[in-house]
């Protein structure tokens, strides 16, 4: 028993940092969403972030000044999905796309002259006592500040959206873009901020990636991330904390088959590796098939064009 | 008399734009296609160092291209082709992926001499290199059952085929000469070169307990992992030491410099022919980077010794009695694992935790 | 009150439809052009080597065709089901499963086949593509997960099925352990169509999907349901289309053209099966298609230009050096310029306060 608690708590302390950029960028995009706008430009985001927040922290030394600048990063690639989807009413799912595409190469190539540049990392906190305990101690205790960070937004985002009038209007424009407008709300610049804010949460997501997780820049580092991301915001049927488990099962299956792969069973790695993906589906499945509860959390106008003129 | 100062003129010309030619083919053109991006500062890295070396040694005689990030496949062979209708003579291609596609294009350029790095297919215009890569595992092996205390070694893996399969076995064989309690456990990451889940195989290792990460993946995050926990790592292909000053044990260092400048100089001299080269420390087809000062004196000693009888011939990394992990003996005491049976290995020895994926 | 106002047309300009991809590729290139000069390079030389070079030759415009032949025939499919709302993003996926089904049909018979190999590859390929498809079908229609995400998520497992199978069942027996199958046999290959040049029977099946995607969209009632399921779902609900039907004929079109594809690289220029079939096509495929404005004959033109922005690349990391990442944002470029230009489809762009209401 005491070595399963001992194999245990290294795996927990491991499942939160997998889950930490996870967590960051669906809460983003799940604003987004409920505002009624489908951004799939999130891979491409979190790799703006990754790049530039790398580039800032590797020159100032700094990695708080990192993710800031990623933070901007992503919020800039995210107004550009806004100018086109929101100002000249272009196709949001094409947009999105080429946002990833356009994102997948513009960070490759600004961060050509970065590559294999070491830098130092983020520090963990350190708590006598607290950090020490067995199991539970490094998983909770001993965790650097963005994973802190991305649990406390957890709560933060829900506050926002259920129990704030901004929320209130953002969650109104997302269900009902005709009566919002109606009634004098400007739809286009709510959901314009709300695309910014998730911008810039994707690109903490790739800094968190870049500047912690492997403290390093590698092109195309964020390897499908931000679209488990996406998915993550679907089957927590839009709840910020549904959101959080999520990202707690994939991270956790995530690191689970390594610890498999590393106790030697017989199962062939491949399909071991599997597992998160297949798991992603099979939530997605038991969430979507009440369709009524879709119906009910899933922002009416998700994806639609809003145009006042009609 | 016009007839013959035409046929002077003509002469006069020919002279010109035959000079002119011999000075513009002057130059042998050298061309490298790499399967990753040169800054991944590990494989691709290193066969871009090479690269220069042969610029720098023979820069007078020699103009290089190179060509990184070619995804092994279709586009493969267009890339190779390219550079041989482009008037390269010389053609290095360095995966193993790129071993049918350099075939294909060798058929058609009879005149154009190819290089296959870790293949097995040859023909007249194409030959193949490798290092022997486990060799440096030997000596790693030695160095990694010495430092290691928790007895459990954790080994970053990109895909089970031979060349990475042998680097594990001949570790692992070294390791329990010197420490008979260590185990291998190994993690497959699928990939050459991808930092993240590099690192986070290397931490799951860790957690389960390995205090020293070697790896046959292309990227320095599992030293990094390492590093910050304060234990110990081995690089790949190149030094790491800058990314894990600390947990830098080792480094097997890839060295293609020298061949390329042979291959190159055979080429221009007009002996170069078709063949297989297998290189090992000897050599110089690869290196051990500079110890960790951390290393015990001891240690080192044991290590240069087993490199000296490596280069000797005194000691083979694959030395029978060899057992599988099955228990079965496959190579028997007296004799040692031939060329081929090193190319083809396809299990695991004694000592490494987890069945090989078949 | 803004300076820049949409307004309406009230129909879509049909000048504006064969204009706006014309004014998108300018817009690129002009970017283009300002982007070589921040990097450094000469832009006039860049642009030469990236779009001019690759296609002034008759291999060249066979490496054209070759490389723009899957993205056609992904792009016909995927275009179709966007045009009905349904979006396939796993034709990646769907691609891998018609290499391996198609493939494995020709590993199978290896040594004892004949002619008629090959056509059971071609179905086995199609088929392939369509039963993975046809998972997200049934995951939406009966439990109304979003196709998005379950099709992107089964690319993922059908890469990894992929690497399971080539490192075991499909791996060449006689290939040094190496992760690759065995060459396919000369009638288990799609016979060339030009010689002198890679292009193979694949792209008589790309025309032949442009030719059937056109006839389906513009001249069948099915085609009509499509896009009227697409534009106005709660018309076609009154009107009694079967939305259901559209949904798994849709999903298993493009599932089985983008396995036809598959089938096509491995039993095409690759010649065998291989870890790594595709560089991406079932993503590119879908810009493809929007670039193609979803139409089959912009698709081929789209699938084209596509095709050579690749091939560019490549010609230009040669030529200049030009780094490969700039192909990534040519393309995220051309496809944003686009998407803004289609607005001036819709509506007109006014400037000034608007005016009260008379």
């Given amino acids: ?310 | 008399m016009g007839k013959a100062l035409l046929g002077l003129a003509g002469a006069a010309v020919a002279l010109a734009v035959g000079a002119g030619g011999a000075v513009a083919q002057d130059k042998l053109k050298v061309g490298f296609v790499y399967v990753g991006p040169i800054s991944d500062h590990g494989y691709s890295y290193q066969h871009d160092q090479g690269r220069l070396q042969l610029e720098k040694e023979l820069g007078d005689k020699v103009t290089t291209t190179y060509v990184e990030n070619v995804p092994e496949g279709a586009d493969a062979e267009r890339v190779i082709d390219q550079l041989a209708a482009q008037g390269h003579k010389l053609i290095f291609t360095t995966s193993f992926g790129f071993m049918n596609p350099t075939l294909k294009v060798a058929q058609r350029y009879p005149d154009v001499k190819f290089e296959h790095a870790t293949g097995y297919k040859r023909s007249a215009n194409l030959a193949t290199y490798s290092a022997r890569f486990y060799e440096g595992r030997t000596i790693v092996g030695e160095i990694v059952g010495k430092m290691t205390k928790s007895n459990v070694i954790g080994y970053v893996a990109s895909f089970p085929i031979p060349e990475v399969v042998s680097g594990i076995n001949a570790m692992t064989l070294a390791m329990r000469k010197v420490n008979p309690k260590a185990e291998v456990r190994v993690v497959w990451v699928n990939s050459w070169y991808d930092p993240p889940k590099e690192a986070e195989a290397a931490k799951a290792l860790l957690d389960q307990g390995a205090d020293v990460i070697v790896q046959h993946t292309d990227s320095p995050a599992p030293i990094q992992a390492a590093e910050e926990r304060g234990l110990w790592a081995v690089g790949q292909s190149s030094d790491m030491t800058r990314f894990g000053p600390k947990a830098h044990l080792t480094a097997i260092v890839d060295d293609w410099g020298g061949y390329y400048v042979d291959r190159t100089k055979k080429v221009l001299a007009g002996g170069w022919k078709s063949e297989d080269t297998w290189g090992g420390i000897k050599d110089g087809m690869l290196h051990l980077a500079p110890y960790n000062p951390a290393i015990p004196a001891d240690v080192v000693a044991m290590a240069d010794k087993t490199k000296a009888d490596i280069v000797s011939g005194a000691r083979h990394p694959f030395a029978g009695p060899i057992k599988d992990q099955s228990g079965k003996e496959v190579i028997p005491a007296g004799k040692h694992a031939t060329d081929e049976q090193i190319l083809k290995m396809d299990y695991f020895v004694e000592g490494v935790v987890g069945k090989l994926p078949k | 009150m803004s300076l820049i106002r949409l307004e309406p047309r009230g129909h879509a300009s049909r000048a504006m439809v064969y204009l706006t991809p014309v004014l998108a590729v300018a817009l690129t290139l002009a970017s283009g052009f300002l982007l070589f000069l921040a990097l450094g390079f000469d832009p006039v030389k860049a642009l030469h080597a990236f779009f001019i070079q690759p296609v002034s030759t008759a291999r060249g415009l066979g490496e054209l065709v070759v490389k723009a032949t899957p993205l056609v025939l992904i792009g016909v499919g995927l275009a179709i089901g966007f045009r009905a709302n349904v979006w396939n993003i796993g034709a990646e996926g769907q691609l891998t499963l018609g290499a391996i089904v198609g493939g494995g049909i020709g590993l199978a018979f290896y040594g004892d086949g004949g002619w008629w190999v090959l056509p059971l590859m071609v179905l086995g390929g199609v088929a392939g593509g369509m039963a993975w498809a046809a998972i997200p079908a049934w995951l939406k229609l009966r439990f109304n997960a979003s196709e998005i995400l379950t099709s992107l998520m089964l690319t993922y497992v059908a890469l990894l099925l992929l690497n399971y199978l080539i490192n075991g069942p499909y791996r060449d027996p006689e290939g040094f352990a190496f992760p690759e199958s065995r060459m396919f046999e000369p009638y288990a290959t799609l016979p060339h169509l030009i010689q002198g040049t890679r292009v193979h029977l694949g792209s008589l099946f790309a025309l032949l999907a442009v030719a059937g995607g056109w006839v389906l969209m513009s001249r069948t009632f099915i085609g009509f349901q499509i896009r009227v399921i697409g534009l106005t779902p709660a018309a076609a609900g009154y009107a009694g289309f079967n939305e259901k039907r559209i949904v798994w004929l849709t999903l298993l079109l493009s599932g089985g053209l983008a396995g036809l594809a598959g089938l096509g690289e491995v039993a095409g220029p690759i010649g065998q099966i291989t870890p790594s079939v595709s560089p991406g096509y079932g993503f590119t495929a879908i810009i493809v298609a929007f670039l193609g404005r979803l139409h089959p004959v912009g698709i081929l033109l789209a699938g084209l230009l596509m095709a050579l922005s690749f091939i560019g690349g490549e010609a230009a990391q040669i030529a200049l050096g030009l780094p490969k990442a700039i192909t990534g944002v040519f393309q995220g470029m051309l496809l944003f310029f686009l998407l803004a230009c289609d607005v001036l489809i819709r509506y007109r762009v006014r400037f000034g306060a608007r005016r009260a209401a008379a």
């Fill in chain 1, 1 to 310: 028993m005491s070595e399963f608690a001992v194999f245990l708590g290294p795996v927990l302390a491991a499942m939160l940092t997998a889950a930490t950029p996870l967590l960051f960028a669906a809460l983003g995009e799940l604003v987004v969403e409920k505002s009624g706008v489908l951004n799939l430009g999130v891979e491409g985001m979190m790799l703006a972030g990754a790049v530039i927040g790398f580039m800032v922290a590797a020159s100032t030394g700094s990695s708080t000044l990192g993710f800031i600048a990623a933070a901007v990063a992503g919020l800039v690639m995210g107004a550009l999905f806004g100018v086109l989807t929101l100002g000249l009413l272009a196709n949001q799912v094409a947009t999105g796309l080429a946002l990833t595409l356009f994102g997948v190469g513009l960070s490759a190539l600004v961060g050509q002259g970065w590559v294999g540049r070491p830098i130092a990392d983020v520090p963990e906190l350190r708590i006598p006592g607290l950090t020490d305990l067995p199991v539970i101690g490094p998983a909770l205790f001993g965790q650097d500040a963005l994973v802190y960070l991305g649990l406390a937004m957890v709560p933060a985002v829900h506050w926002f959206l259920f129990s704030t009038r901004a929320g209130l209007v953002l969650r109104a424009v997302g269900e009902n873009h005709a009566a919002a407008h109606a009634l004098g709300y400007k739809v286009a610049r709510i959901r314009f901020l709300a695309v910014l804010f998730g911008g810039a949460m994707s690109g903490i997501a790739g800094a968190y990636l870049s500047l912690d997780y492997t403290p390093m820049w590698a092109e195309n580092m964020t390897a499908g991330r931000g679209w488990i991301a996406l998915a993550l915001v679907v089957f927590a049927t839009w709840k910020p904390g549904r959101v959080l488990l999520g990202a707690w099962l994939f991270g956790g299956v995530t690191i689970a088959q390594l610890h498999v792969q590393g106790h030697g069973f017989a199962v062939p790695a491949q399909l071991l590796s599997m597992l998160p993906y297949l798991a992603t589906i099979l939530v997605l499945v038991a969430i979507s098939r009440d369709v009524a509860r879709i119906r009910l959390n899933a922002p009416a106008c998700l994806g639609k064009v809003f145009h006042p003129d009609g």
